[in-house]
């Protein structure tokens, strides 16, 4: 489903890893969406609901830990969730160190 959305920028402030990192929120309902930069796209994600294939990201520090990694619209433009899963289980990362390097090489 469609939604509109509109793009900001993280605080310079954020401790996340995410500063000054560009996203998306849902206009309606004022939801985080996904971040509106080249991190976690893979043409070989599955597609999302838009066609295109989704991005990569992780549940953020104020989710339950491990922090678990799915697929959202690269977009930002439908609502499309899907969990990474491996061998039947949610992948997940265990570490806020591994969660920085992967950032660092663009998959998250």
Avoid: W
Wanted: with cysteine.
């Amino acid at each position: 489903m469609r939604k509109p959305s509109k793009s900001f920028t993280t605080r310079h402030s954020n401790r996340n890893g995410n500063a000054g990192r560009p996203y998306y929120k849902c206009q309606p309902c004022n939801k985080f969406l996904c971040f509106a930069d080249s991190r976690g796209n893979n043409p070989g994600n599955p597609p999302c609901d838009c066609g295109v294939s989704s991005k990569t990201q992780v549940a953020g520090k104020e989710k339950k830990v491990p922090r678990g990694v799915h697929y959202v619209c690269r977009l930002g433009k439908c609502d499309f969730y899907k969990p990474c899963v491996e061998n039947g289980k949610q992948v997940a990362v265990e570490s806020d160190d591994l969660v920085h390097r992967l950032a660092m090489l663009s998959i998250l």
